[in-house]
């Protein structure tokens, strides 16, 4: 089909980042600890940790809510809703933008998550876990929902003809989220999008997959021969999105432009990775983003630090680029964090493609053979980017990749 020029698709831009994570609230403190390799590990103090071998995580810390919430009581909200909300206000203020002005503008907020507020579980006692809602604290029963994650938001701002989704679709959330307000503004259903998913660590995310034998005892190593598995994480990453008319005409900064997505779900299996299924998931994302596995500059990795997903996703990476380009994972830094994890991945790529550098893969010391990729360790790399890919994978075979290019004024 061929478009006339009122019904062609609209190019989509990012304009604003909010990032909470446990290398840095904000983006330039984010930015700082992306191109310096900053750790983010340190011991879980979020919940009782007794009986475990080992229990490093990757918390927020000094993370203050009424800082960066005040238009609504943060304490009637859980602490995965308070990292969605400050971070919604940060990427609105990073876009230049004001309450006010969002109010005038239909608006779609999409956040992806895994856990939403099951922290709050971890404070319920058995009775209130086994004798129903009736027993259950009035304040945790109040911001327990999921769908706060997103509404917590439109309260904050204020927003009015708006509309509001959660999307749990596990580790791959953010990018679903993303791929969503992508679609909404492309085709003009909305004028503006804050988008991207949030979770905090709680005791039932960390008992699963220490059971699985996955949690890793001091640090996250992605591709190394010695990995050992994840570290889980918390925080936020929502983007904010817009037409590119519209950041033309009130002269927003772009971070960088959306090109792009795919999606699919295999069901293979209810935790394994299928690399043939994430493979037909990047050939979609490129197609979709009208590019080729040559244009791409590098790609953030879902890179777990597990021995089954890096060798999979690789793997599928080889499988779709004859000369694989450099492959990082961020999550080396900052661990898991689950539903925000490719949200907080996808704005590392904007700030990758503004400031011309690649995000390393720390605690690296020698690559697995069996992955066998440039995964950029220990120090970032400077470079000219143009075109970069963002991986996640979600158990029950949830694939979601995103394609991010640099702006450029020619379509």
């Known amino acids: 089909m061929v478009h006339d020029k009122e019904q062609r698709p609209r190019r989509v831009v990012i304009t604003g980042l909010g990032t909470v994570s446990s290398i840095g609230l904000g983006v330039p403190d984010f930015l700082a600890g992306l191109r310096a390799g900053r750790s983010g590990v340190k011991p879980i103090t979020g919940f009782d ?49 004001t309450r006010a002005g969002l109010r005038a503008r239909r608006a779609l907020v999409s956040v992806g998550t895994t856990d939403a507020e099951t922290r709050d579980l971890d404070t319920l006692t058995e009775t209130q876990l086994t004798e129903g809602p009736e ?23 204020g927003l009015v003809d708006v509309e509001a989704l959660t999307i749990p679709t596990a580790c791959a959330a953010g990018n679903y989220a993303i791929g969503n307000a992508f679609d909404a503004l492309r085709d003009g259903d909305v004028d503006i999008a804050l988008c991207g998913g949030a979770d905090a660590v709680c005791r039932k995310n960390f008992v699963g997959f220490y059971r699985l034998g996955t949690v890793a005892p001091e640090v996250c190593q992605p591709f190394d021969q010695d990995r050992k598995g994840i570290l889980t994480g918390e925080g936020a990453g929502i983007l904010l999105m817009e037409s590119l008319e519209s950041a033309r005409a009130r002269g927003a900064r772009v971070y960088a432009e959306v090109l792009g997505y795919g999606l699919n779900c295999d069901a293979h299996h209810p935790v ?37 997903n890096d060798v999979t996703e690789t793997g599928a990476i080889r499988q779709v680029f ?28 904007a700030l990758a493609l503004t400031e011309g550098f690649i995000p390393p893969t720390i605690n690296h010391g020698t690559t697995d053979p069996e992955c066998g990729l440039d995964c950029v360790p220990n120090e970032a790399r400077a470079a000219d980017l143009n075109v970069v890919q963002n991986n996640a994978l979600a158990f029950a075979g949830n694939n979601a990749v995103l394609i991010l290019g640099r702006y450029q004024e020619a379509a």
């Open 49 to 97: 940790t007794t009986g475990f071998a080992h229990a490093n995580g990757c918390e927020v810390a000094d993370f203050e809510p009424r800082r960066w919430i005040r238009h609504v009581d943060p304490e009637g909200l859980g602490r995965a809703t308070q990292f969605a909300v400050a971070a919604a206000g940060m990427a609105v203020a990073d876009a230049g933008l």
């Open 322 to 349: 004859a000369t694989p380009p450099p492959t990082v994972s961020v999550k080396s830094m900052i661990g898991h964090s689950m539903g925000a994890a490719s949200a907080l991945a996808s704005a590392a790529c």
């Open 135 to 157: 027993h259950m604290d009035p304040v945790v029963a109040r911001r327990s929902g999921a769908g706060r994650l997103s509404t917590g938001i439109v309260r904050e701002l």
């Open 272 to 308: 394994a990775p299928d690399r043939d299924s994430l493979a037909r998931c990047m050939e979609v994302a490129h197609r979709n983003a009208g590019v080729k596995p040559e244009d791409i500059d590098f790609i953030s990795a879902h890179g777990t630090g597990t021995r089954a």
